[in-house]
């Protein structure tokens, strides 16, 4: 989600493998969000890359990319398949068997967008010692699915929790990006296990919030409110303050299941 500068060097710190990269989703074309783009594609390349990447953006992101490497006449090992999305509507641009991703239209001055990711229902695990020789390949698919097995007069012949363990839990997650208050959202990302929500400023700098298309921490909580969400994550805090604790207790009078985002902050959803 995004690809801002220092990306590769964070990925380093953080132990996280690049190269297991497939999708890049960008929410607009500020510098802040993609001036680590075309650093992070020419060293997946130097890595002799051979898997498409595919980017998904507003419109210009394409021209951009193609300029510098065109200027760098350093041909890539690999390809890149830029998706470009009109970020008024939303648009369900992923649906495998595994998830599924829908942008979120936003307002930030420019064109801009946020995406929610899903995931699906995964079938059910066998309780493989449970299983015997009676059983045939029919009958653990309908397990596996999570229904009984029957018999031609609707007899149960295998009750499936007598030979499965319980469906893992289902998450989503929710990435708004830079964008100003904005309750059409509130559809499309409602429900979501992780909500993260750019809160820029305080409620003190209201006024500067609305010039520049942000949200403030009060604005992001309300979101979470209204979608009513599992948790919300803020992030993308100003300079201006020193300190980041009145962002919780200003964020909380709306919404009490809030974080404050950093570098490296691992967020548990499931129990391990």
Not at 51 to 66: A, C, F, R, V
Not at 91 to 115: Q, R
Not at 219 to 225: G, S, T
């Amino acid at each position: 989600m995004d690809c801002g500068e220092g990306v590769q060097f964070q990925s380093l710190r953080f132990g996280l493998n690049i190269q297991k990269l497939d999708y890049i989703f960008v929410s607009h074309l500020h510098g802040d969000h993609v001036f680590g783009l075309i650093g992070l594609i020419s060293t997946l390349s130097m890595w002799d890359r051979r898997k498409k990447l595919k980017i998904y953006s507003p419109h210009g992101l394409k021209k951009t990319i193609d300029a510098q490497l065109d200027y760098n006449k350093a041909p890539l090992n690999y390809e890149l398949d830029f998706v470009e999305l009109d970020t008024t509507e939303s648009h369900k641009i992923i649906d495998n068997d595994h998830f599924e991703v829908v942008t979120v239209p936003l307002e930030h001055g420019i064109a801009c967008m946020g995406y929610v990711v899903k995931e699906k229902p995964r079938p059910r695990n066998l309780i493989k010692e449970y299983l015997h020789e009676g059983m045939k390949i029919s009958h653990i698919r309908t397990l596996k699915r999570g229904e009984d097995v029957v018999d031609h007069v609707g007899k149960v012949i295998y009750k499936n929790e007598d030979f499965t363990l319980p469906e893992s839990p289902i998450y989503s997650y929710a990435y708004l990006s830079d964008t100003k208050y904005l309750e059409t959202v509130v559809p499309i990302i409602e429900g979501v296990s992780v909500l993260y929500h750019e809160a820029t400023f305080l409620e003190e700098h209201r006024s500067r919030a609305d010039t520049t298309y942000h949200s403030t921490v009060m604005d992001a909580a309300m979101i979470a409110k209204l979608a009513k969400v599992d948790k919300l994550i803020i992030g993308h805090f100003s300079s201006r303050y020193e300190s980041l604790e009145k962002f919780i207790e200003e964020g909380e009078r709306n919404f009490e299941a809030i974080e404050l985002a950093f570098d490296g902050k691992k967020i548990v959803l499931r129990a391990q």
